[in-house]
């Protein structure tokens, strides 16, 4: 722990924590010690972590990077950092984000960008987001490990953009009690590692039933670490051809194809297969994601959280929402609330947001097929490219940075598993990742199908 802080006290300039909590991590730290010497040390016992700003943790500010929950510091702890806590995990401090987990470069947050500590010329480039603090802390040894959130692929694209393991398990593994919502039926929490073994370590503590959220499931936690046998014989590995589209880069095609041969060459079978309804998921994606943005968002009015704006002579009620309103949300998440009240507004609502519920059904079809005829895991790329730099796709139109989630957010929409885990680098020196993706609460064996491609 005390090497952590003094390493992240000397990564200032990449921006990772928002929050540090120096007294916090020493306390717990000693704590840890003293269950070690007793020799009644749980799983976590005394490895320091990071927590991502969207989690709730109780008296440490908790603002989702965004400047309308200024001063917001709950008096409640999430489940998952609660269970984090329980296993005797030291927090660091709360890492940076897309403000309310909107983005994949985490340049909409209001603490500013975080860097990605990897560099091969003078550019400074974006770590991914929304997890970009976090894959961040990991990357550079700010932590052991990290909390991230996944809604359309904010855990596993910072990981491939930083060289580390992300998992997002089955929806409803984790707890969402506790963390800031941004779009409730696809969000989930997952870990951030080094290593795939570190991942699944984690990941049992994360888990878990929990009667504060009716989504999550009551299904017994399995030990994923003892899964790790690297044995993947006769697994079959499904390749979808629908993610290999029109202009794929010829380096990301090929990192594909050498994981297909490495799984192959540990004794699994190698299968085409076919997700028909790939192409639409992130038009649905951006349908329902705002959708549930919108409402979930409604209740940051000036009055029960956070930020208040300045209020002039004869303003009422309703200038003081638009005020504060106004200044408190940055533009991403303006123009997600304003996407989203037009998609399920009257008259809209069955053209667009009905219409991106049909189609989701269809992208989960398309899985469960796939997996009814034998398919064990899907193995695709992370994402179409290697960390970009910071303003190269921000200044773009926002539908380029949409993009980077076409191979991750399928996997929000069907609610399956997903793991990113590194692959080798591109022609610049840059991480590369692959993404598995398992049957839903099968992230055992989708460890393990990571551990044999690590
Ligand atoms: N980039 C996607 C979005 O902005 C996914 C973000 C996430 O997974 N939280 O919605």
Request: proline residues 5%; glycine residues 12%.
């Amino acid at each position: 722990t005390e090497a952590c802080l003094a390493a992240i006290d000397g990564a200032d300039a990449l921006n990772a924590y928002v929050h540090k909590t120096p007294e916090i991590a020493l306390e717990r730290a000693k704590a840890a010690d003293a269950r070690l010497k007793e020799g009644d040390a749980p799983d976590m016992c005394g490895l320091p972590i990071g927590m991502k700003d969207l989690f709730c943790t109780k008296g440490v500010a908790s603002q989702a990077a965004s400047g309308i929950l200024e001063g917001f510091t709950p008096e409640y702890e999430s489940t998952v950092s609660q269970k984090l806590q329980d296993a005797g995990a030291v927090m660091l401090g709360k890492l940076n984000m897309d403000e309310f987990a909107m983005g994949s470069s985490n340049e909409s947050s209001v603490y500013g960008d975080a860097i990605n500590p990897w560099k091969v010329d003078e550019r400074n480039l974006t770590p991914g987001g929304s997890s970009g603090g976090s894959a961040t802390a990991v990357a550079a040894d700010l932590c052991l490990a990290a909390t991230g959130t996944d809604t359309g692929g904010s855990i596993r694209q910072p990981a491939a953009f930083t060289g580390t393991v992300g998992i997002k398990p089955t929806y409803g593994r984790c707890s969402r009690w506790g963390i800031i919502a941004y779009a409730s039926s696809l969000d989930q929490a997952g870990p951030m590692t080094k290593t795939v073994r570190d991942a699944a370590i984690m990941l049992e503590a994360m888990a878990g039933h929990d009667m504060k959220d009716s989504t999550s499931a009551d299904l017994a936690v399995p030990n994923f670490e003892a899964m790790l046998t690297g044995d993947i014989r006769g697994k079959v590995i499904g390749v979808p051809k629908e993610y290999r589209p029109e202009g794929l880069p010829e380096e990301i095609g090929k990192l594909w194809d050498d994981g297909a041969a490495m799984l192959k060459d540990a004794g699994a079978e190698v299968r085409e297969i076919s997700l028909p309804h790939t192409k639409y998921a992130l038009p649905a994606y951006y349908v329902i994601a705002p959708a549930e943005a919108s409402s979930n968002l409604a209740r940051y009015d000036g009055v029960r959280y956070g930020h208040r704006a300045k209020l002039g002579a004869g303003d009422g009620i309703n200038e003081m929402y638009e005020k504060t309103r106004a200044e408190g949300f940055g533009d991403e998440v303006k123009r997600r609330i304003m996407v989203g009240t037009y998609v399920l507004s009257a008259g809209f609502y069955d053209a667009y947001y009905n219409r991106a519920r049909k189609v989701r059904t269809l992208i989960k079809k398309d899985f469960s097929d796939a997996f009814d005829a034998g398919v064990d895991a899907i193995l695709t790329p992370a994402t179409p490219s290697a960390a970009f730099g910071l303003g190269e796709m921000s200044d773009a139109d926002p539908v380029q940075m949409y993009l980077n989630d076409v191979f991750t957010i399928t996997v929000n929409m069907a609610g399956l598993p997903g793991i990113t885990v590194p692959a080798g680098l591109s022609s610049q020196g840059l991480p590369l990742g692959l993404q598995l993706i398992g049957r839903p609460w099968e992230e055992g064996d989708l460890l393990n199908t990571a551990y044999a491609l690590e």
